[in-house]
């Protein structure tokens, strides 16, 4: 090291890919306790899957393993993969979710830092193109009176895709909280009137509502660490909550109120993990706002109107087409400059 | 005690300070070395040019180069004793080069050259500016802080608003103006009262940071009773950045190249304000310096050093460890590892840090860029450094400097931070050297083809000159056969030839308008020289006719067309425009002429005003121009000046065809041309 600065500050990339696993924790510890351990063994997958892609396009690149295998950011991806999908779904959509995320949308892009498009995302995306029925297939929160499934039985159903005998899925299965307002709507129901079935709480779904809180407990961490910008989830958050809100206030009857939206699906996960994920986002603080304020009137979009149970992975994907042009067009007066401009 | 309102500056980062290795003795005098290796180039600016000779004898203090050109600052022996070599030694650069040196062999009598104040004051009282800087360039006192830019420059002689003296040191382990503002406040204080009456400042504030508790209490205590206002910054890095202390203290941004003057701002370092005190009120020259030696060494401290002293004296005074593995020259942050430690103490050498991998651990191995934003986060200059980096490794260059690469002041923050370790600094430093160069060899190109054109100008008027001659002859012997009255009439048709002449060259000088616009400011010395030669080609050929009395009709319009674009100078211009005072008749007549050339050349370039009249405006609207559209530029300047030949041949052939006796006229016409020669010569 012959030139300056020959100071450097400890943070290595290692520590902030720890540090957002961490931030995931207590969204996934209430994951598990709303829908059962099927999570746990969804993200191991995940995780093991991950590295052994990463390993073998590394390989093909040839490229070395180390530090690249070890630098968590594999890991990250599979778990965000892992966390959108159906707790109890087979084993093989997430292991082709996963490979397809690090082969396809990583590594076939150049890597980390090189990638266009969020890969966790891509993943899911390309799941719920091609298996959109398994992708539908959630089993029911373990705080509704419904057959409960005991891990090994949940296990065995992921592995083996094995029910125990004289079990149908349909008796274990219950409708996503989005998927069940949507289905309600196109019967002619009301949403007030929905809401009051058994399946839904205060203000989301019943159980789905603590995920959220966890997710946002994570991201209030990773902002407090300044690991996330706070343009990012504001913006997003912000225009989920305008877009509902004001669809809410023209029509109550039609659209959910802003809480629900906020409080059901991926938006809070998005909001603080995906939306942020700095590769694929833009870095100027003004792009940053506008890419997060229309991923987020995209995925209320998506989700009030279209047919897929959420529209958080495509919302985050159509932006990340738009990511370089905002950065392009929102590129910050420097110093000294602004008068200028 | 200041209530100040400070104003924060984006970004900064604050790594560990350790400055208590260093900062908590007194400042010792370093041992005079057997030998001084003084650089002749320990300033920003032309090296200084030798005064002594092998052999001779110097005086402690004598000056022994001298300033050249206007950027440059003298040079004096540090110490007394005789001068062993002129030559090229390595130098504290980051290439280790070897650059001309002085080396002196000491004497160890320190024998002072007689020294005494100067009677500045006087000079002030007088409007007398000029000698002030005069003085302080011969003294050797230029920026202490790092940037070693002639002092003497700064003092513009118009009254500035806010004089900011910066004694913030924000880089890691140095202590060197922190031990200088603690033992010497008194005169620190002197020296700025001095430059604060020096530059007429309304205000005058003190920038330290506020880890530097006693030298806050040392410097108001120094300047207690005086409208000096010493006030505690934030310790932030790099708050000691002259833009970035500015921004503190006044709210005030200082673009990249834009002069802080303009803002009616100057700041000088703590070191410089004392170096210049010493100069003014004790008449010595900058000879010695504080240098701080720190890191793997067994006495860290403050040592006041000769100039010229060899680093690795200095170090083995300190008593530099085996585990050094190299030395820094400046703080971690800005400094660079030395490629050599036989070279000698320069003005700039504020900190030998010794380095080994326990107190400054090498960088792992980069990682991707993941595009975090935490280096623009940390951006005092407010670039965004991971769009930087992206466009100088993908050799993206023009968009790098769109994006104001130049704007980066290298302060490092943006690698300090980086998770990936990513070594962003060498990216800048690398895309500014290849736009540099690149920009030297357009220059180059620019030179060539300027040449060139010049060539072939040339070549083309010697054959013409050869055929006038001929032609001379011929007529010589007609025309003395032909009647006086008859000649008469002919003159009378002359003149409109030239007219019509003019006027068909009148398309030229738009052209090489922006042809000279488009070139640095170097360039157009050169343009100006070869269009001089032309002027006075074209001068030579309007003798000849004049004294052989011969018809010569091409000579005025290609004298016109080569005369006026060649005068980017408004001084050349203006004199051109002189009528000769002699021939007044003739002289109206080509004063009206130019006024028609310059009224179809504005009303060609679209603008009625006249050629900007400050030469400075001109050169900043070229500058301006240059930087503004360098591409379009270029191609509308070949266009211009290849309408512009054509133009002049065009003129050529209806001049010849008109006439052939227009030797009074011709003869006045290029007078002028004449007199914008000797002008410029």
């Keep these: ?341 | 005690m200041s209530v100040r309102q400070l104003h924060r500056f984006h970004g900064g980062v604050h790594p560990p300070e350790h400055k208590m290795a260093s900062n908590g003795s007194r400042i010792e005098p370093a041992p005079l070395p057997p030998q001084l290796i003084i650089a002749l180039s320990q300033h920003i600016g032309s090296p200084a040019e030798p005064l002594v000779a092998v052999g001779e004898r110097v005086l402690k203090g004598q000056m022994i180069a001298q300033a050249s050109g206007t950027l440059s600052a003298a040079v004096h022996a540090s110490s007394s004793g005789t001068v062993l070599a002129i030559e090229p030694r390595p130098s504290a650069h980051p290439s280790g080069l070897a650059a001309p040196c002085i080396v002196i062999a000491t004497d160890g009598e320190e024998r002072w050259l007689e020294r005494q104040p100067v009677p500045w004051r006087d000079w002030l009282a007088a409007g007398d500016v000029r000698a002030i800087r005069d003085y302080l360039r011969d003294m050797g006192v230029v920026g202490l802080g790092g940037a070693m830019f002639p002092s003497h420059l700064k003092l513009t002689g118009g009254a500035l608003q806010t004089l900011v003296i910066n004694g913030a040191e924000c880089e890691p382990y140095i202590s060197c103006d922190d031990r200088l503002m603690r033992e010497r406040a008194g005169e620190i204080v002197a020296g700025i009262a001095l430059l604060a009456e020096l530059t007429q400042a309304s205000e005058v504030l003190v920038g330290i940071e506020d880890n530097k508790p006693e030298a806050i209490e040392a410097m108001r205590l120094a300047a207690g009773g005086s409208a000096i206002d010493i006030v505690a910054v934030p310790t932030i890095y790099p708050s000691g950045g002259a833009k970035q202390l500015i921004r503190i203290l006044t709210g005030k941004e200082v673009a990249a190249g834009v002069r802080s003057t303009d803002l009616g701002v100057q700041c000088f370092n703590v070191g410089t304000v004392y170096a210049a005190y010493r100069a003014l009120e004790h008449g010595e020259p900058l000879i010695s310096r504080i240098v701080t030696l720190t890191g793997t060494v067994a006495k860290p401290g403050n040592v006041e050093a000769l100039l010229g002293t060899p680093l690795d004296f200095l170090l083995h005074h300190a008593g530099a460890h085996d585990e050094m593995e190299a030395c820094i020259y400046g703080g971690p942050m800005m400094g660079f590892a030395l490629p050599t430690l036989a070279a000698g103490l320069t003005k700039a050498g504020n900190c030998l840090l010794a380095k080994s991998q326990a107190i400054l651990p090498r960088a792992p191995a980069e990682m991707p860029c993941i595009r975090c934003g935490a280096c623009a986060d940390a951006c005092p200059a407010e670039l965004q450094p991971m769009d930087l980096y992206w466009f100088a490794r993908s050799k993206q260059f023009g968009r790098a400097q769109e994006r104001n690469l130049f704007d980066c002041i290298e302060c490092g923050a943006c690698a300090y931070v980086c998770p990936s370790h990513i070594r962003l600094v060498d990216y800048y430093r690398y895309a500014k050297s290849e736009i540099w160069a690149a920009e030297r060899d357009k220059q180059a190109a620019d030179l060539a083809r300027e040449r060139h054109t010049f060539r072939q100008f040339r070549l083309e008027r010697d054959k013409q000159e050869k055929a006038e001659r001929l032609a001379a002859r011929a007529a010589a012997a007609k025309q003395q056969a032909a009647g006086k009255a008859e000649a008469a009439a002919k003159t009378a048709q002359a003149a409109t030839a030239v007219e019509q002449a003019s006027a068909a060259n009148a398309s030229m000088p738009a052209g090489d308008t922006v042809a000279a616009s488009k070139g640095a400011p170097s360039m157009d010395d050169k343009q100006a020289k070869i269009a001089a030669a032309m002027a006075r080609a074209a001068a030579r050929r309007a003798g000849t006719p004049a004294t052989g009395d011969t018809p010569d009709p091409v000579l005025p319009s290609v004298a016109a067309a080569q005369n006026e674009p060649a005068t980017p100078a408004p001084a050349l211009t203006e004199s051109a425009a002189t009528p000769a005072g002699s021939d007044d008749a003739a002289a109206l007549r080509a004063e009206r002429i130019r006024q028609a050339m310059a009224t179809a050349k504005a009303r060609r370039t679209g603008t009625l005003a006249p050629p900007p009249a400050d030469p400075k405006q001109q050169k900043r609207e070229m500058e301006a121009a240059r930087l503004a559209a360098m591409s379009v530029d270029e191609r509308a300047a070949l266009e211009a000046e290849k309408k512009a030949k054509i133009a002049a041949a065009m003129a050529r052939v209806a001049a010849q065809r008109q006439g052939e006796e227009t030797s009074a006229q011709r003869q006045s016409e290029d007078q002028p041309a004449q007199r914008g020669d000797e002008e410029k010569s």
Aim: with cysteine.
């Design chain 1, 1 to 341: 090291m012959k030139t300056s600065p020959f100071l450097i500050e400890p943070t290595p990339l290692q520590r902030v890919m720890f540090t957002v696993a961490v931030a995931l924790l207590p969204g996934i510890v209430l994951h598990v306790g709303v829908y059962g351990i099927g999570l746990l063994l969804q993200l191991l997958l995940a995780t093991a899957t991950a590295l052994l892609t990463e390993a073998i396009c590394l390989k093909l690149r040839g490229r070395a393993l180390q530090p690249a295998l070890t630098d968590g950011s594999a890991v990250v991806t599979a778990w965000l993969l892992a966390l959108c999908m159906p707790p109890l779904a087979a084993w093989w959509l997430v292991v082709l979710g996963t490979v397809v995320a690090i082969g396809l949308a990583k590594h076939a892009f150049g890597g980390l830092g090189q990638n266009t498009f969020n890969p966790g995302m891509v993943g899911f995306a390309v799941l719920i193109v091609s298996f959109p029925a398994q992708m539908a297939r959630w089993g029911a929160p373990l705080v509704l009176p419904a057959l409960d499934l005991s891990a090994l039985d949940q296990i065995r159903l992921i592995l083996a895709g094995a029910l125990p005998p004289g079990v149908g899925f349909d008796a274990i299965a219950s409708a996503t909280p989005l998927d069940a307002v949507r289905t309600a709507l196109r019967q002619g129901q009301m949403v007030p009137a929905i809401l009051q079935s058994p399946q839904f709480g205060d203000i989301g779904g019943k159980g789905s509502e603590w995920i959220a809180a966890g997710w946002l407990a994570g991201g209030l961490l990773l902002w407090r660490q300044k690991l996330i910008p706070w343009q990012l989830p504001v913006g997003y958050l912000g225009a989920v909550v305008a877009c509902s809100g004001l669809a809410h206030l023209l029509d109550a009857q039609q659209y959910a109120s802003p809480l629900f939206q906020l409080s059901t699906g991926a938006v809070m996960l998005a909001a603080f993990f995906i939306v942020t994920d700095p590769v694929t986002a833009p870095t100027t603080p003004r792009g940053r706002l506008l890419f997060a304020a229309l991923a987020g009137l995209l995925t209320w979009l998506i989700r009030s109107f279209g047919n897929y149970p959420d529209g958080v992975a495509f919302a985050v994907l159509i932006m990340n087409i738009a990511a370089p042009f905002i950065d392009q067009y929102t590129q910050p007066a420097v110093f000294g400059r602004k008068g200028a401009r």
